[in-house]
DNA sequence: AAGCCTGGCAACCGCACGATG
DNA sequence: ACATCGTGCGGTTGCCAGGCT
């Protein structure tokens, strides 16, 4: 037996919300707070909404502060870093970009940061060596899928990189098999494995160098 | 002008997890 | 220990506006 539904779908409204619906939420929000229970709220607040789409309304919309509209490149810079290091944890990248909210930041990778992302991505034999790696986004990204494969195509793309001094997120590598295995950049160490991330700031002039042993499948980022 | 296509975005869905009894 | 409930999260869908033919 599956779980009970959260809500009676026949007679709830779904689909986009009218400004009175808002002023409705905003309003009962304001002065009586979500109480703890998105379940029982609409129907306190006078709404034939389900309590999860009170819930989404209020924390991607409603609530105060929220930043909405176009990306700044900083905001570009970290979300592209973050990416590469975790994966796609909105909830996580949210919680470094204030005032967003994790769809803002997922509707905006997926439409359009990636796309710009992957416009920008090089040749794969390419060595960043060979390129000019400033404070914008530059994107690189080599995979192996055998270890020894692996750690060689690593240190052969990255070792001896000079590393642009950068706030944070210069490099990333992520193990994406969960294989284990070390990198080193730049004389900081970090472990391997999925969502490990590294992360700055680097000094101006310190050298990548690599150190990967174990790794199955590694991608490159440099942001 | 009309129809089609595409991209962007708001909203929904279902699952996982923690809290509670 | 187990069942239930509410919440949070990420993936996906569907609508709509704008561009193109």
């Not at 979500?34 to 306190?44: C, D, Y």
């Not at 994790?102 to 034999?125: A, F, R």
Request: hydrophobic residues 35%; contains cysteine; glycine residues 10%.
């Amino acid at each position: 037996m599956g779980r009970a539904p959260c809500c009676d779908k026949a007679n709830v409204k779904r689909g986009p919300w009218s400004p009175e619906e808002d002023q409705q939420l905003r309003e009962f929000i304001e002065k009586h707070g979500t109480g703890g229970n998105w379940i029982s709220l609409p129907q306190k607040a006078g709404l034939r909404r389900c309590g999860k789409s009170c819930r989404l309304r209020w924390l991607n919309y409603l609530r105060p502060n929220i930043k909405l509209g176009d990306f700044n490149e900083d905001e570009d810079r970290i979300i592209c870093s973050l990416v590469a290091a975790i994966g796609s944890r909105w909830s996580i990248i949210a919680a470094h970009l204030p005032r967003r909210t994790d769809n803002d930041i997922k509707n905006y990778w997926n439409t359009k940061l990636k796309k710009k992302l992957l416009g920008l991505q090089q040749t794969p034999n390419m060595k960043p060596q060979q390129q000019m790696l400033p404070s914008t986004y530059y994107y690189s990204a080599v995979s192996a899928p055998a270890p020894a494969a692996a750690a060689a195509a690593v240190a052969d793309l990255v070792e001896g990189i000079p590393i642009a001094p950068c706030f944070w997120s210069s490099f990333t590598a992520l193990n994406h098999q969960n294989g284990g295995g070390d990198v080193i950049f730049g004389g900081a160490q970090y472990g391997g494995g999925s969502g490990e991330a590294s992360w700055g700031p680097y000094s101006s002039g310190a050298k990548a160098t690599v150190c990967a042993s174990s790794s199955r499948s590694w991608s490159l980022y440099h942001c």
